[in-house]
């Protein structure tokens, strides 16, 4: 059986560890891998070839650490169908979706190559007769990043390119449930000439986690992932005196005016609903029909209901299997709590099973209507091919309602009207918003902005705010006599 490497010091090594966990195909839960729990001596060995390499790496030229990324761009780019296939392979997405997910994270490294423009400070001349102030912008150390499975490309791509472009080092925790995408990955930095030690991954879990959210040498913690564990996360890693940025789970809703374009509501709420088995963290979950808008949920429920889950490699497949058997139990029954709180089930996919593959973890598309706020289906992150239909009478109700959420990753509303969409946009809480567009990620010269309980920190992932993540700035007041009158002591605060 294939065991997973650890990436230690430029090295892939075979783990010490008795622990192993399976790593499977989703599609019929064959085991293709096992991935090692890193032993505490690896974990330690990883730490210190980042704080090592970080010496001479942070005093490389801002341009040839742009460069690197230029390469890894480039051989992420040729290598781009093979590395989506690997992916399909371990998390059953459909092949164009994961060669999707390869490409988002393709866009963070193109930011990368911007970092020397990225890490230009301030300077003001003059701030006293003589004396100017000027700000650089410096990397921290070590910083770690604990990735989930349902991006296993983007997501690291998200955090070690950046941080690394910036002058610092990484080690890198991805999901132990799709561990062959972030390897790759890491093989590809590699040959594009990344010194040993600038990325190092470790394998495992809980424990492994903790030790990187203790160990003192770490200065900052990306983490992705569920509400529990990002929670434990932030207060772990802060309480330990790191930086933390934690992206947690979502509720997003989508609100469907009645004057809006039908077609295009239908057609883009099919996607963002059950596209990649709705296990992305900005998929749209609840529908809020406004007014008339309600008499378009059972044309989108037979849309819904005609996309086929399949295989990854099958051109007619919508999206493919949960990522594993308990994702499926999980989903399974949130649906049948749904049926007996009351919400209609106007399309079931909770006995859909597909041919040949009848170990995988298969779960239909599924439309809820008559969901209220006191339904589990409506309260929990259900992460499955699972649509819960809303009606309200007025933008106003929906808004209020998608404020009451605790989440606020991201939001849509479909309207003709500017004015109605101004005032979503300008009322709602939650931080990304899409006018006529389902799933408003940005691109990555912004930042990836969830708010409240989608986010615990401040500077949010890529663009300005994640170079601002991995560094401080240092303010220098400089001032250079140009003669020697005595100035005699200045027992004042101010400058002069
Ligand atoms: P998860 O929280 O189970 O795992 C995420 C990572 O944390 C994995 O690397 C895992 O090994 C590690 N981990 C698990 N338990 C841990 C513990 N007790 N202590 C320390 N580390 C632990 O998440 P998942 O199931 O892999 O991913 C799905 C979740 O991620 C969903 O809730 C989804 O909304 C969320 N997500 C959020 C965003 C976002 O940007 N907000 C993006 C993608 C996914």
Known sequence: MKQIPLLINGEFVASQSS?????????????????????????????????EAFKTWRNVAVPERARLMMRYQALLKQHHDEIAEILSQETGKTFDDAKGDVWRGIEVVEQAMNIPALLMGETVENVARGIDTY?????????????????????PLWMFPLAIAAGNTFVLKPSEQDPMTPTRLAELFLEAGAPKGLLNIVHGGAKEVDQLLTHEDIKAVSFVGSVPVGQHIYKTATDNMKRAQCFAGAKNHSVIMP???????????????V??????????????????????????AEMIGKVKPGVWNDKEAGYGPLISPRAKQRVLSLIEQGKQEGAECLVDGSQFSLPGYEAGNWVGPTVFTGVNEQMTIYKEEIFGPVLCCMEVEELEDAIALVNRNPFGNGTSIFTASGAAARKYQHEIEVGQVGINVPIPVPLPFFSFTGWK???????????????????????????????????GPNMTISLR
């Open 19 to 51: 622990q192993l966990i399976d790593v499977t195909n989703p599609a019929d839960n064959s085991v293709i891998a096992q991935v090692p729990c890193a032993t505490e001596q690896e974990v330690q060995a990883a730490i210190a070839s980042a704080k």
């Open 135 to 155: 700000s650089y912008i410096q990397p921290l150390g070590v910083c770690a990043g604990i990735t989930p499975f349902n991006f296993p490309a983007m997501i």
């Open 259 to 273: 004057d809006a374009n039908k077609a295009q509501v239908l057609n883009n709420l099919v996607g963002a609903s």
């Open 275 to 300: 596209g990649a088995a709705g296990q992305r963290c900005m998929a749209i979950s609840v529908a809020v029909f406004v007014g008339k808008a309600k008499e378009w949920i059972p044309e989108l």
């Open 453 to 487: 309980n989608s986010f615990y920190g401040d500077l949010h992932a890529y663009g300005k705010q994640a170079v601002r993540f991995y560094t401080e700035t240092k303010t220098v007041t400089s001032r250079w006599f140009e003669d020697d009158i005595p100035h």
